[in-house]
């Protein structure tokens, strides 16, 4: 292990700017997955000033706990695995196997073509505390590759790791394909679908006004609710499901290859199109779904709701 580095080090590099900017020596190395000194930075540093670091610097524990015991194995051109051979419940053919398998079903469900590069990292159970946030699986956008993290106990049962990787290689493509402008409710309607996460009874509840259907806003800050307390939680999970039954009411409507297409809509348009959604103050959402549905936000939520209902 090596010693911590003085902060004065770490900061002379941004002068005058001081603790805010040392802070971004962490993250600078934790987005090219330069883990060990991502690491080394941030023990010296805590979490940064006010915390602002407090969730990258938990990322950052479970990757390095995961990369003092791990191997990186290429499987192809476009797919790394990460993984500690003494956690894992199957050989590493077999998860390889099924990764690819998991990630190609998304691109041919939804209509993608291209691969960015991918390392799927396979979590070292002594990675898996209460803290760590996104412990059930996240998909992180650095440099190298698109990073996906999993727990490792996900190789006990084929079935649950296929569901966990394609949920998260949908947010790779969603990423890619939307140029990182699709928010976060949309993102994981696609996700839940692609996952086929959407659970029955939360259609009734939100049908009965049992659970309350939220506007997009409220639906963004559902997921960002603290997961520690079970009031964040049941958000949290309220949050995921309208996000899934709305990702379902768009397949009905266009199938997967539908939500593809609208991911899309994010990047292709013209400068001029683009320059007027900004001078509009509109969200790029509201011209993506008319692109490819002919409706826009208020209408998506409205009538997802009717067709719950009846
Ligand atoms: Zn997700």
New binding site residues.
């Given amino acids: 292990m090596s010693s911590h580095k003085p902060w004065v080090d770490l900061s002379s590099r941004y002068g005058a700017n001081g603790e805010y900017a040392a802070w971004s020596v962490v993250q600078e190395d934790y987005y090219w997955d330069r883990i060990e000194p991502a690491y080394d930075a941030a023990k010296s540093l805590g979490s940064g000033s006010m915390g602002v670091g407090m969730t990258t610097f938990r990322l950052i524990e479970a990757e390095w706990v995961t990369r003092q015991v791990s191997e990186i194995r290429e499987v192809n051109e476009w797919l790394q695995i990460e993984w500690v051979p003494d956690d894992a419940d199957m050989p590493f053919s077999a998860i390889a196997a099924e990764a690819v398998r998991s990630c190609e079903k998304v691109c041919y469900d939804f209509g993608y073509k291209d691969r960015p590069k991918v390392l799927i990292t396979l979590l070292a159970r002594t990675a898996n505390t209460p803290w760590a946030p996104g412990r059930h699986g996240f998909c992180m956008d650095k440099y190298p590759y698109e990073k996906v993290c999993i727990p490792s106990a996900l190789t006990r049962d084929i079935a649950d790791m296929d569901e966990v990787i394609r ?2 290689y949908a ?1 790779v493509m969603n990423m890619n394909r939307s140029n990182g402008l699709c928010p976060i409710w949309l ?2 309607a696609a ?2 679908t692609a996952g086929g996460d959407l659970q029955r009874e939360s259609l009734e509840k939100f049908a009965s006004g049992e659970w309350p259907w939220v506007d997009p806003v409220t639906l963004s800050q559902g997921f960002q609710q603290n997961r520690e307390s079970k009031d964040g939680r049941e958000i949290v999970w309220r949050a995921y499901q309208q996000s899934a039954a709305i990702g379902e009411y768009l397949r009905l409507l266009q199938g997967l290859e539908g939500i593809g297409r609208l991911m899309d809509g994010y990047a292709n348009n013209s400068l001029i199109v683009d320059l007027f959604i900004r001078l509009k103050g509109e969200e790029p959402t509201e011209e993506a779904l008319n692109e490819v549905y002919d409706f826009g936000i208020e209408a998506l939520f409205h009538r997802c709701l009717e067709q719950i209902k009846n």
Avoid: G, I, N
Wanted: proline share 0%; glycine share 0%.
């Fill in positions: 949920h998260e947010h993102d994981e996700a839940m």
